[in-house]
């Protein structure tokens, strides 16, 4: 998958960083489910994956109100934000013993700081588990 541009609300702009128009990695079975829904809508070449029925950018802030919040009160999981699940999943891929190079890459941990505290946890964590 290739970033051409962000979308935040009714704002499309150029990435951020040549880092941020980069492929991005995604796991087979995500790649396969991609490729499920791209054929579903004509398999277009260009354009924006996700959109609204009419065809608009989709307004993240919407989705999370009406779909993920209302999920995951049922789930009884408490919600803190989408970056807070940004570094709950880089937690668990961690945790995981995912590659630390893709790790950084995936979760644009670019921080130092950020990579150090999480570095720390997972020796932390794998020491305790010996």
């Not at 941020?20 to 490729?35: F, G, W």
């Not at 709950?88 to 013993?97: F, H, K, T, V």
Request: aromatic residues 8%; charged residues 25%.
């Amino acid at each position: 998958m290739n970033v051409k541009r962000s979308v935040w609300k009714t704002v499309v702009n150029q990435p951020k960083t040549r880092a941020s128009a980069k492929p991005v990695p995604v796991i087979r079975q995500l790649a396969e489910i991609l490729d499920t829904y791209r054929s579903s809508i004509g398999n277009p070449q260009s354009g924006v994956m996700f959109h609204t029925g009419a065809g608009d950018h989709l307004d993240i802030d919407k989705l999370v109100l009406r779909f993920v919040r209302p999920v995951a009160k049922s789930l009884d999981i408490d919600w803190y934000g989408l970056h807070g699940f940004r570094r709950g999943i880089a937690s668990n891929l961690y945790e995981l013993g995912a590659d630390e190079k893709w790790f950084n890459k995936f979760c644009l941990m670019q921080n130092r700081t950020s990579r150090r505290i999480v570095t720390s946890k997972r020796s932390t964590l794998r020491s305790s588990q010996r």
